[in-house]
């Protein structure tokens, strides 16, 4: 789960960073940066650092909505 957000993550920044601001709109920058928001408190919540825990999302703590976070950033990853 760690590779595959930090991928996602990478993924995410390399457009936002290599490409001009004329080839991206508006609608795709804010969903990258929410992408980044997310996969970033994915990788603090698997990596089972304590310490880090405690700074990601308190809803990961509940398995339902962690479930239904995790499946969301994937379908919105896949059709990026």
Known sequence: AIFASGAML????LPI???DKDEITGLQYFVRV?????????????????LLRRLSFPAH????????MYTF????????
């Open 34 to 50: 929410y992408l980044i928001i997310f996969c970033a408190s994915f990788i603090l919540l698997e990596s089972r650092i304590p």
């Open 10 to 13: 990478f993924m995410q920044i």
């Open 73 to 80: 950033i994937g379908i919105i990853g896949m059709e990026q």
């Open 17 to 19: 960073v290599v490409l």
């Open 61 to 68: 703590d509940n398995w339902i909505l962690r479930g239904f």
